[in-house]
């Protein structure tokens, strides 16, 4: 099994910064991408960004520019900056982690972690 625990969220005013982080414990050998989704109230869970193995990354549109995804294969973490905060940023923020084993791609998922982005 894999564990995730996202740390970091919070409520910030638009124009604001905030950093969240993930660290992965478990059975977390074959990693293929660490990365994160979000869902807003109503909404449907939505990629935010990942990193593949190594540097490669992938954004969703709507961050680009804004958000800035970095993994540490030492420490099994995974980090997301986020500046210049909207207020359509506000959601629930996840961590996720793919893995092959036995041929098999699985995605685990983090508790969640809240951002909440108003005046």
């Known amino acids: 099994q894999v564990q995730l625990v996202e740390s970091g969220g919070g409520l910030v005013q638009p124009g604001g910064s905030l950093r969240l982080s993930c660290a992965a414990s478990?059975?977390?050998?074959?990693?293929?991408?660490m990365g994160w989704y979000r869902q807003a109230p109503g909404k449907q869970r939505e990629k935010v960004a990942r990193?593949?193995?190594?540097?490669?990354?992938d954004y969703a549109d709507s961050v680009k520019g804004r958000f800035t995804i970095s993994r540490d294969n030492a420490k099994n973490t995974v980090s997301l900056q986020i500046n210049n905060l909207k207020p359509d940023d506000t959601a629930v923020y996840y961590c996720?982690?793919?893995?092959?084993?036995?041929?098999?791609?699985?995605?685990?998922w983090g508790q969640g972690t809240q951002v909440t982005v108003s005046t």
């Open positions: 996720t982690l793919t893995k092959i084993s036995d041929l098999k791609i699985t995605i685990y």
């Open positions: 990193v593949l193995r190594g540097t490669e990354t």
């Open positions: 478990g059975n977390i050998s074959n990693i293929l991408t």
